[in-house]
Nanobody, 116 residues
Framework: QVQLVESGGGLVQAGGSLRLSCAAS????????MGWYRQGSGEQRELVAR????????YADSVVKGRFTISKDNAKNTVDLQMNSLKPEDTSVYYCNARTDLDNYWGQGTQVTVSS
C-alpha cells in the first residue's frame, strides 16, 4: 500500500503562483511514477505532469504550456508541482498519483482556485 498526502492548494489571483506538494509513505519502493492530475467540476480527471523514478518528466502540454514544473525529492519522498502564471481555467481539484506495477494510488485532492 502507498499513502499520499497533498498540501499547498488554495486561492490565488490570476497570474499568481502556487506550489503543491505530495508526500508518499508506505511501500514507496514499488512506485515507478508519481504525478499530478486535476479534475474540474463536471469534467474528467486529466494528467498535468508526472515524473519517473529516474527523473524523466512528462507534461500535458495543452494544460501546462510551460507554466508548471514537477520535481521530486527522493530523501523526503515528496513530489512537488510548481505552478506559475495561473489562470482561472486552472481552477480544479488537484490529485497526487502514484503508480506501481499493479496498483494506482490517489491522494485526497487539494483545491486550487484562481480568481480573475
Amino acid at each position: 500500500q502507498v499513502q499520499l498526502v497533498e498540501s499547498g492548494g488554495g486561492l490565488v489571483q490570476a497570474g499568481g503562483s502556487l506550489r503543491l506538494s505530495c508526500a508518499a509513505s508506505g511501500s514507496i519502493f514499488r512506485i515507478h511514477y508519481m504525478g499530478w492530475y486535476r479534475q474540474g467540476s463536471g469534467e474528467q480527471r486529466e494528467l498535468v505532469a508526472r515524473i519517473s523514478n529516474d527523473g524523466r518528466t512528462n507534461y500535458a502540454d495543452s494544460v501546462v504550456k510551460g507554466r508548471f514544473t514537477i520535481s521530486k525529492d527522493n530523501a523526503k519522498n515528496t513530489v512537488d508541482l510548481q505552478m506559475n502564471s495561473l489562470k482561472p481555467e486552472d481552477t480544479s481539484v488537484y490529485y497526487c498519483n502514484a503508480r506501481t506495477d499493479l496498483d494506482n494510488y490517489w491522494g485526497q485532492g487539494t483545491q486550487v482556485t484562481v480568481s480573475s
